[in-house]
């Protein structure tokens, strides 16, 4: 969140500070440790903000809150979900397997909550180095009970924890794996698949625990054979084309083709940095040929999907099936299982308003609230979605939207507005990440707002909650 600490909690704050949810006010010589308690009170004891005005008009084409997104014919749509809890709480994994993609969700989100420590019980902290972040990560992550609140607490960094730099810490993770241990896919799509062997596979499998325990989404998507292997289902030859277009083109070409043996010259083996590999025994005097080329397809499927990768995928599902029990994910199919793993990659620009509440003097229909929404217009996705993290600490939302964000442990907190006075000295909107609120100062015209909402988006302010 936006709220600077220190990390002596005896020292005093040395300025005036202000909690990001009731505004209370704490003087200069107010200790680290008074103000973080008090956060962490508040958060308990949330309650919605006084006097907000929420004034948006509710058409016949508008949802209410009970709505999911999905994912059809590779088209995202928002649908209504009427899912009752009490119905299928005690349902089996075997039994709400064939049930509805809401139902399922709503399920596997009750059926974890079971193994929540309560942060009354205390909370783990997370130590990281940014300049380290992945060996710091691990090292910290083995000594950390993911089933309790984690604190992320950046080396350096004065910024208190309460809730949305976990959010950070997950996409800074992942973002700085995709340049060691992941590398992209050969299809159209920007997915990941696994690179080489290294330690930091326990990492991911700890953190994609994390992000499904506390219901965030991660920040890049994995090619589908290895999100089936998370779910504990089997390859198919379609799965492939997600992994490798070109080959998965190659093997189809010759599945559904008829060739001379001596022509086509393809043996039972794979060559990959500059080595041979059999596929099976002697399979380098094995020629394929029209009546073993599926085998030859499947073993190749085999050899990419499983045994290049075993070693890596071992640690991911090790790591992973610690704290989500493995039964609780095959509920899922794999385009189930990537909707709630990753969220809906999309910013639906009017969902977004049309779940936004107000803290007075702003409402709907406020000058700086208008103007703020015709800037927001103006961005394109990308734009969107910096803008987003800026606000939430997330790229995407969860598939239930922007009616159903949370803060830290599992609270609703829809996006918040908050007027500010605006100051020369500090001009730009304050995230408070945590809260998913946005502390907005009162400019005096539409360009002097654009001017400091684009540069949000325009520059690289990653690893920033709030200027202050």
């Known amino acids: 969140m936006g709220n600077r600490s220190s990390n002596n909690q005896h020292s005093k704050i040395g300025q005036e500070a202000k909690c990001p949810n009731c505004d209370r006010k704490f003087g200069p010589s107010t200790t680290y440790f008074v103000l973080n308690s008090h956060i962490d009170h508040c958060l308990l004891h949330q309650q919605p903000i006084h006097n907000v005005e929420f004034q948006m008009p509710q058409t016949q084409d508008q949802l209410g809150d009970n709505y999911i997104w999905v994912k059809q014919n590779n088209q995202w749509k928002r649908i209504q979900s009427q899912v009752n809890g009490g119905q299928i709480y005690n349902l089996s994994a075997q039994e709400i ?26 909370s783990d902290k997370l130590n990281v180095n940014l300049n380290d972040l992945l060996q710091t990560s691990l090292v910290s992550a083995r000594s950390v009970n993911f089933y309790k609140e984690v604190k ?18 997950l996409t800074l993770i992942f ?10 896919t050969e299809t159209n799509d920007v997915t990941y698949k696994i690179a080489k062997k290294s330690q930091y596979f ?18 890049v998507e994995f090619d589908r054979p290895l999100v089936k292997k998370l779910l504990g289902q089997e390859i198919s030859f379609q799965d492939m084309q997600h992994y490798d277009k070109g080959l998965f083109l190659s093997w189809k070409y010759l599945l559904e083709n008829q060739f001379d043996e001596n022509q086509l010259q393809q043996y039972f083996i794979i060559c990959k940095d500059d080595e041979i590999i059999e596929l099976k025994q002697n399979g380098a ?19 990419y999907s499983e045994k290049l990768i075993t070693q890596q995928l071992a640690q991911i599902q090790s790591s992973l099936y610690k704290y989500i029990p493995q039964d609780f994910l095959n509920i899922f199919t794999a385009e189930e299982f990537e909707m709630i793993l990753y969220g809906v990659p999309i910013v639906d620009l009017a969902e977004w308003k049309q779940h936004t509440i107000y803290k007075t003097p702003y409402a709907e229909n406020s000058q700086q609230i208008q103007w703020f929404w015709k800037i927001l217009s103006e961005f394109d996705q990308d734009q969107l979605k910096k803008f987003l993290h800026y606000c939430t600490g997330s790229y995407r939302i969860p598939v239930n939207g922007f009616s159903k964000l949370e ?18 000295s500090n001009s730009f909107p304050i995230a408070h990440t945590c809260f998913n609120r946005l502390e907005l ?6 360009e ?21």
């Open 285 to 303: 005097d094995v020629l394929v040929t029209n009546q073993n080329k599926q085998e030859f397809v499947d073993l190749s499927i085999q050899f």
């Open 175 to 184: 973002k700085e794996m995709c340049k060691d241990i992941f590398t992209l």
């Open 448 to 468: 002097l707002m654009r001017k400091f909402l684009r540069s949000i988006v325009l520059n690289d302010l990653e690893g920033v909650f709030g200027m202050e």
């Open 97 to 122: 397997k064939n049930r509805s993609f809401p139902e399922k969700q709503m399920w596997f989100n009750l059926q974890l909550e079971k193994f929540r420590i309560p942060w009354q019980l205390g």
């Open 152 to 169: 992320v607490v950046f080396q350096n960094d004065k910024v208190q924890d309460a809730g949305g730099l976990l959010r950070e810490w």
């Open 407 to 424: 803060s830290n442990r599992g609270m609703y907190s829809k996006f918040q507005i908050v007027p500010i006075d605006y100051k020369n």
């Open 202 to 219: 326990d990492l991911a499998g700890l953190a994609i625990a994390k992000a499904l325990f506390e219901r965030m989404t991660i920040c």
């Open 441 to 446: 100062p009162k400019y005096t015209s539409q």
